[in-house]
């Protein structure tokens, strides 16, 4: 006769005490007993001493391993024994769902499990939270089935985050999760009163072609240049259109006009022209164009663009536009284009075929620019390599092929910073060297070494940028010095387009003569260049025949100098500036 009870001992072991007849107390025992839904092995050994000698049952304690499958059965056993737990637990749901979106950033993120884990797995290392590849500091707790991941600070707004879970994991019985795990959230956008903090020189300020945009401090935006309104000669504001953190416009002409900007919160929001899709809403219908009348009425901001990634709205960092395309990257390092497939521009070798909607081109990105002149981007990665894709006819993006480059190709590594002109693009490499592509500028054909060759020896420079007509360096110390086609004079080194083939460098100066020795940033379009001080001030210099550097209406109040000839009104040097003058547009508005 046998009879037993448990009681638990550890995590995976029983302990087990049975009871023997004096009939069974001199011989040892093997055997198999069901416990908890689980078959176990064990043995009394040695055997029981002598018992009651009136056949009274006596107590024999044995320990059995509740994780041992059962093994073959053998003499009084008879077929095989039962099988241990070998099920490998799963990950049942994750909170936030995966690609959720507008998630508070001060929220916990929970994992539960299909049965219980062994707590001693669930830890930092086997479940992490991740933006761009960069853990968040977090405390990884268990309980009832649920690993809780609390952030030691709040989660940034507009950002994407990735949970994992790694096959370290493991249940009671020591299965491990069969494969890894992961899931993607994107934080909802800042909340509160709207704060200038969000914006960068870069992110409030761009020039494009024939147009300029510029983001004030209250989170308004302006546009002037190449806009349809241009009779009313005023800069205009963009409708239905606030928080802004980022812009970006592109014009050759009224007609072609169009833009997109980023708010606070992440979101991204289009307006202008849209045959090619560039407006990135899944159409070809123009939304928010103005007419062209004397009532100063702003194009209205109405196209949402629809992007692949479901998480990518909500959580975008940065806009490129160019010629009929616009270029978006998130903070997750995800670039994305849409708009006219011709050239090779969008990078997605998509043929003949617009692409309507913002397209995944690649990932592991931390900056990109648009060419303005052509239509060509580079992608400055995380692991310090230039990619480029789009025009190359002339050599723009490498001397290898002549033909359009259809998908990005690397054409630069150990790069610190890069910029594009008009034609193509130029970077400094992490020893302070600098280097630039082949037809940098126009009208004149010279080697891209000559780019290296005029500013070698030049240290410290956090800008290389320049036009579609010359390159500018800025350096550390706020100055300048270019090289290039002076065209418009561009240069702004006060000698107007005399010569117009610079090949000397030359710094900049201001109306008055004294030297530009505090600017912060630069933005080029096709024959204008603007610029930001340290002081946040608004500068410019070039060209202004479509009004895009300031508008005609303050040509008596505001003065420029044409090859040395004095400062004068704007209207009274041809609308071009060899020299950098105040904008209108201000921080604080006009």
Same mark, same amino acid.
């Given at each position: 006769?046998?009879?037993?009870?448990?009681?638990?001992?550890? $995590?995976?072991?029983?302990?087990?005490?049975?009871?023997?007849?004096?009939?069974?107390?001199?011989?040892?025992?093997?055997?198999?007993?069901?416990? @908890?839904?689980? /078959?176990?092995?064990? #043995?009394? +050994? &040695?055997?029981?001493?002598?018992?009651?000698?009136?056949?009274?049952?006596?107590?024999?304690?044995?320990?059995?391993?509740?994780?041992?499958?059962?093994?073959?059965?053998?003499?009084?056993?008879?077929?095989?024994?039962?099988?241990?737990?070998?099920?490998?637990?799963?990950?049942?749901?994750?909170?936030?769902?995966?690609?959720?979106?507008?998630?508070?950033?001060?929220?916990?993120?929970?994992?539960?499990?299909?049965?219980?884990?062994?707590?001693?797995?669930?830890?930092?290392?086997?479940?992490?939270?991740?933006?761009?590849?960069?853990?968040?500091?977090?405390?990884?707790?268990?309980?009832?089935?649920?690993?809780?991941?609390?952030?030691?600070?709040?989660?940034?707004?507009?950002?994407?985050?990735?949970?994992?879970?790694?096959?370290?994991?493991?249940?009671?019985?020591?299965?491990?999760?069969?494969? +890894?795990?992961?899931? *993607?959230?994107?934080?909802?956008?800042?909340?509160?009163?709207? +704060?200038?903090?969000?914006?960068?020189?870069?992110?409030?300020?761009?020039?494009?072609?024939?147009?300029?945009?510029?983001?004030?401090?209250?989170? +308004?935006?302006?546009?002037?240049? #190449?806009?349809?309104?241009?009779?009313?000669?005023? &800069?205009?504001?963009?409708?239905?259109?606030?928080?802004?953190?980022?812009?970006?416009?592109?014009?050759?002409?009224?007609?072609?006009?169009?833009?997109?900007?980023?708010?606070?919160?992440?979101?991204?929001?289009?307006?202008?022209? *849209? %045959?090619?899709?560039?407006?990135?809403?899944?159409?070809?219908?123009?939304?928010?164009?103005?007419?062209?009348?004397?009532?100063?009425?702003?194009?209205?901001?109405?196209?949402?663009?629809?992007?692949?990634?479901?998480?990518?709205?909500?959580?975008?960092?940065?806009?490129?536009?160019?010629?009929?395309?616009?270029?978006?990257?998130?903070?997750?390092?995800?670039?994305?284009?849409?708009?006219?497939?011709?050239?090779?521009?969008?990078?997605?070798?998509?043929?003949?075929?617009?692409?309507?909607?913002?397209?995944?081109?690649?990932?592991?990105?931390? $900056?990109?620019?648009?060419?303005?002149?052509?239509?060509?981007?580079?992608?400055?990665?995380?692991?310090?390599?230039?990619?480029?894709?789009?025009?190359?006819?002339?050599?723009?993006?490498?001397? $290898?092929?002549?033909?359009?480059?259809?998908?990005?190709?690397?054409?630069?590594?150990?790069?610190?910073?890069?910029?594009?002109?008009?034609?193509? /693009? @130029?970077?400094?490499?992490?020893?302070?060297?600098?280097?630039?592509?082949?037809?940098?500028?126009?009208?004149?054909?010279?080697?891209?070494?000559?780019?290296?060759?005029?500013?070698?020896?030049?240290? *410290?420079?956090?800008?290389?940028?320049?036009?579609?007509?010359?390159?500018?360096?800025?350096?550390?110390?706020?100055?300048?010095? #270019?090289?290039?086609?002076?065209?418009?004079?561009?240069?702004?080194?006060?000698?107007?387009?005399?010569? %117009?083939?610079?090949?000397?460098?030359?710094?900049?100066?201001?109306?008055?003569?004294?030297?530009?020795?505090?600017?912060?940033?630069?933005?080029?379009?096709?024959?204008?260049?603007?610029?930001?001080?340290?002081?946040?001030?608004?500068?410019?210099?070039?060209?202004?025949?479509?009004?895009?550097?300031?508008?005609?209406?303050?040509?008596?109040?505001? %003065?420029?100098?044409?090859? #040395?000839?004095?400062?004068?009104?704007?209207?009274?040097?041809? %609308?071009?500036?060899?020299? /950098?003058?105040?904008?209108?547009?201000? &921080?604080?508005?006009?």
């Amino acid at each position: 006769m046998l009879v037993f009870s448990t009681y638990p001992k550890k $995590d995976t072991m029983t302990y087990v005490k049975l009871f023997f007849s004096t009939k069974l107390k001199s011989i040892g025992l093997l055997f198999t007993i069901l416990v @908890g839904g689980a /078959w176990i092995l064990g #043995s009394c +050994s &040695p055997p029981c001493g002598d018992g009651d000698p009136y056949g009274n049952l006596e107590e024999c304690s044995v320990t059995a391993d509740t994780t041992s499958s059962g093994g073959s059965g053998g003499g009084t056993g008879g077929g095989s024994g039962g099988s241990g737990d070998s099920t490998a637990p799963t990950v049942l749901s994750v909170v936030p769902a995966s690609n959720a979106t507008n998630i508070n950033v001060g929220n916990n993120i929970t994992v539960t499990f299909s049965e219980a884990m062994k707590s001693s797995t669930i830890n930092t290392t086997n479940i992490t939270l991740t933006n761009s590849g960069t853990a968040v500091t977090s405390a990884v707790t268990y309980s009832s089935n649920v690993a809780t991941i609390n952030p030691n600070a709040n989660l940034n707004p507009s950002t994407i985050y990735t949970v994992t879970v790694g096959t370290g994991v493991q249940d009671a019985a020591n299965n491990a999760l069969a494969s +890894s795990f992961s899931a *993607n959230f994107s934080t909802a956008g800042s909340a509160g009163s709207w +704060s200038s903090s969000v914006l960068t020189a870069r992110s409030r300020l761009d020039a494009g072609y024939h147009t300029t945009a510029y983001v004030f401090d209250n989170g +308004s935006a302006a546009t002037w240049g #190449s806009v349809a309104n241009t009779t009313a000669n005023l &800069p205009l504001i963009i409708d239905n259109l606030s928080r802004v953190k980022a812009i970006s416009v592109f014009a050759v002409s009224t007609s072609t006009h169009f833009g997109c900007a980023i708010k606070d919160d992440g979101t991204g929001v289009c307006w202008g022209e *849209n %045959q090619y899709g560039q407006l990135g809403d899944n159409s070809t219908t123009d939304c928010g164009k103005t007419a062209n009348n004397s009532t100063p009425i702003g194009p209205t901001a109405c196209a949402v663009p629809v992007f692949d990634d479901p998480l990518a709205q909500g959580a975008l960092a940065m806009v490129e536009t160019g010629h009929s395309m616009a270029i978006w990257l998130d903070n997750n390092g995800k670039l994305y284009s849409n708009g006219y497939c011709d050239s090779g521009r969008l990078g997605l070798n998509c043929s003949s075929t617009d692409v309507l909607t913002p397209t995944t081109v690649m990932t592991g990105v931390k $900056d990109v620019k648009a060419g303005q002149s052509i239509g060509m981007w580079c992608a400055h990665k995380t692991d310090n390599t230039l990619w480029c894709t789009g025009e190359n006819s002339s050599n723009n993006i490498t001397l $290898d092929n002549t033909t359009d480059i259809e998908t990005p190709i690397q054409v630069a590594s150990n790069v610190e910073h890069f910029g594009m002109f008009g034609r193509t /693009w @130029g970077v400094v490499y992490d020893n302070g060297t600098i280097h630039c592509g082949d037809n940098y500028f126009s009208a004149v054909a010279v080697p891209s070494s000559a780019c290296s060759q005029k500013f070698a020896g030049i240290t *410290n420079v956090k800008q290389i940028s320049g036009n579609a007509q010359n390159i500018m360096l800025v350096l550390d110390n706020g100055s300048t010095t #270019s090289y290039g086609y002076n065209y418009a004079g561009t240069m702004a080194h006060g000698s107007g387009n005399s010569p %117009q083939n610079n090949y000397t460098r030359a710094s900049s100066i201001y109306l008055d003569g004294t030297p530009m020795d505090n600017l912060s940033y630069i933005t080029g379009g096709n024959s204008h260049t603007m610029g930001i001080l340290d002081n946040g001030s608004l500068v410019g210099v070039g060209g202004n025949s479509a009004r895009e550097h300031i508008g005609g209406n303050y040509f008596s109040s505001h %003065q420029c100098s044409w090859r #040395s000839s004095g400062a004068q009104d704007m209207a009274g040097s041809s %609308q071009i500036c060899d020299r /950098w003058i105040f904008n209108p547009a201000q &921080p604080s508005g006009f």
